[in-house]
Each structure stands twice: as C-alpha cells, then as structure tokens.
C-alpha cells in the first residue's frame, strides 16, 4: 500500500482534494500517486499540521466518494474522514484554497464520539428543524470496527453501531442514534455502519424527513426526523429488513448506504429501497451468497395512533422478498407469467442471487428513471476453488426497479429476459460508484469507473440511430433511451420579462 506522507513545508492534502473535486476533464482514480502529488506544491499553514499529521492518507484509500463540499454563501466547507488511518473527521474552511483553514476535528473512540470507530461513512450534510431553529446538520455512521476483519459469521460489534447527528458548524452532537444509552436506542442496531446516510426531504422544504442506513450485519433501518419537535422528540426510527442468516454462507454486509425513491404505482405507494451485499475487506470469498435487494418501505405512508411513521412488525427477510434470479416474469406462458407478477405483488420487495462465483456489491447502486444501475465484483480464479476466472472481473447492472428485470435486448434474441441484466466492465477492478455527468442538458452520460457512455440513444444528422460502440455502451444508453427534453430557450412563463 502507497502511503502519502506530508512534509513542512510540502504538499497541502487539503489542495489534492479541492483538485479531485473540481478536475473536468479526468477522474481522480485514473492519476498516479505522482500525478496527485503533483496537482499542488503550496506551504501548510501551522492550523493544519496537527489535523494532517494525523491523518496521514493513503492515496489507495482517497476517494472522491469520501469527501464532501458544502457552499454557504461565499463560504466553501470540506468534510473529510480517515477511513482505515483513523477514527476522526475533519472540516476545513477552503474558500481560499491557499489558505485552507481547520474548522472543527471530531475525535472518534473518546467522550461523546466514543462509539466512533474508523471514519468511513461519508458525511451527508443537510439541514433539519429543532423547534424553530434550522439547524446545518453532518450524519454519519459509526464506522468501521477493525473485528469485522475476522468474522465469518455476524456478531456484536463494540464500536461503529451508532448514527450521529452532529452540528454541521461545530461539530457538536446533536443525537446519537444506537443499542443503548443513547438519544434513540434501537436495540438491533449492533453492527458497525459504514457507508453514507441516504437522506429524503419528501416535502421539498430543505429539511430532511427520513434517514436509511444499513450495516455489516446486514441490516436496514429507517430514521424519521420530525422537524419542528424538541428534544429526543425530533428523532424515531426501527428495523426495516434484516438480510443476514447468522451462517457462513449467509453473512451478507453492507458496506455502502441505499439508494431510495419513491415509487408510487396503481396499487400503492413505497418507498424502493435498493442496495446490494458484499464484503469489501474480503472479497475474496466464494463462501457467502450475496445478493441485490428492492425493498418496499411503504411504513412512510402510514402513521399510527401517535401520528408516527410505521415499520413492519418483524423485520423483513429474505423470505419476504421475490425471488426474481430465475423468474417466469418474461416467460411466454401467460399462465406461468401471470402467476409470477401476482407473486410479486404479493411480496415486499424482490432479490437477485449474483450468479457469478465469489460475485458482491461493493459500492452504492443509483436508481435512474426507475431503473437501478448497480456493479459487482468477482475475484480471480487463483483464490477462489471452482471459479473459472482468471483475473478480476466487474460488471454493471441495468435492471428494471419494479421487477428486477432487465430492460434492454443486449443479447438481440428478440427476447428481454434475466440473461440481458449485465455486461462486462472493461476494468478489472472495484469499480467506483456509479455516477452521471448533465454536461450537455441532452445528453447525459453515465460513468462507471474507467467506463464512460451516453445514457441516451443518439442520432446522427440524417436521424439515423447511431449504433452503441460496446456493451455498456449498450446497456445504459437505456437508462433514458429516446428520450427529450424541453429547450430553455424555446418557451416562455409568465414570470419570465421580455426585452
């Protein structure tokens, strides 16, 4: 492992990270460790040496993914953890980005953050109401608990099992969400919580209205925030989903956090939650079968008698979802078909078994039009019994939210069956989170890592469809196929002032 060590004067971390996330025209993750190095040579000033000397980044470990800028007025703030060098997080003042300035450290393992482990939940930053007061919010999870290295079945994590929301200008806690002796206790939520927090504003007010987390002990829970509460008030939330069987072969993690939208249908509305089970500090490992899961959190659009959201009585399993892997949901039987849509109708969500030998989800999925784009990972043969790999293969998924389903004809049999939900990455390793880039208002593009392609089908000027170049290509210029969108410049509103 390339460790970055920082020199006084020298080269200011907090400067490669502005660059990472400001570069245009190349992404972080193609740059050796020189080239990062290289991307700024200015002197530190003496706020910063004890914060950098601290943290001592790896640059294997520096991820876009793990820092966050927020922008108040003509103030920029970065929030930054230390994954496997710390417990800590740090936020910077880098309006000046040559003369970034240390705001507030959060000291994970010791007083109120005692309950922090390693730093690796990337901060969300948003804003909720205590009482009157809008208050600038950072909720991460609790991190990493180093004992997780070592486990082939789930058990009680020590440390990283908690959720914190903190004052996103001091650093203060706010709640602190775990098992016990806590502002919301919670007593399933024993596992340590490594990824981000995903957020709902369901009102488009700017507050937040419902938190999701998940954990390494394969679980799910939803937060409700009840802005404009007091005290412990603001704060309920439960067990969604429990995914882990308590057995080698059903040890299912979750490193990185869902992705959720609202899905409103014929028959009801939910939540979808979606996210996909992995063990990135051993992925490695044939022995567990991991999967990718929809689930159905429809306790968000019922209250009980305190007015309060609701959960399920017991959480759902893996038994409460369909089972969509070799589903009859495209079979040319009527009867079977039938029968497979009122089954998953019936059910709270649905699950795919990764097929491939040693196959996981190792980051984030994104929900794109009702469509769920989500990688795998599968390692190579030489450490894997039975697998026919002989290195490093990624994927990338492009299902349907409501089915499971693929949702384009890769294969051109005429057919949308299960056999057209992935292609091969050009990249052999964990690719990162997918993401997509709005450059050209019509022609968004989708990144997978290395890989890069429209995520609309394209024209030439004769209008003839121009053929996709490869198979992601393929795959996800489906993402919003044909698809337009209104040119600003060719209608007018009644607010808008002629000249």
Known sequence: ???????????????????????????????????????FQVYATDQLKEAFRQISLTFDDLSQDDMVLRRDGDKTYLYVGMRREGKNYYTFDVSNKLDPKLVFSIKGGDGEYARLAQSWSRPTITQIRIGTTVMDVMIIGGGYDVSQDDKAIRSVDSTGNAIFIIDANTGIKLYEITSDDADLKISEMQYSITGRISTIDRDADGLADHLYAADLGG????????????????????????????????????????????????????????????????????????????LKDKGVYSKDDNGHFTFPNGAYTVKDLYDATNHQLTSGDIILKTTAYLDLNMMAGWRIDLQACGET???????LNYQILFTTHSPASDNLANCSFTADTG????????????????????????????????????????????KNLVKPVVCVGSDCASAVIEFDSNGNEIPCKNDFACLVQNIFGRFERIQPLSWTTEIEIKP
């Open 1 to 39: 492992m390339r460790h970055f060590n920082v020199h006084w004067p020298g080269i200011v971390l907090i400067c490669v990270y502005l660059c990472l996330f400001t570069l245009s025209s190349a992404r972080a993750d193609s740059l050796s460790t020189n080239e990062k190095s290289q991307l």
């Open 219 to 294: 679980q799910i829970f939803r937060i409700d925030i009840y802005n404009g509460e007091t005290g412990n008030n603001v704060i309920k939330g439960g067990l969604l989903a429990d995914f882990n069987g308590d057995t080698k072969t059903t040890n299912r993690r979750f490193y990185y956090g869902p992705d959720v939208t609202e899905v409103v249908t014929v028959s009801e509305p939910y939540f979808g939650v979606v996210i996909g089970s992995g063990f990135l500090d051993g992925p490695v490992n044939s022995n567990v079968q991991d999967s990718f899961y929809m």
């Open 361 to 367: 989800v190792l980051i984030s999925p994104l929900i």
């Open 395 to 438: 994927q990338a998924y492009l299902v349907d939210l409501l089915t499971g389903n693929a949702v384009v004809d890769l294969d051109q049999d005429m057919l949308i069956t299960r056999t057209d939900r992935a292609v091969k990455l050009n990249q052999t390793k964990i690719a990162s989170a997918p993401t997509i880039f709005i």
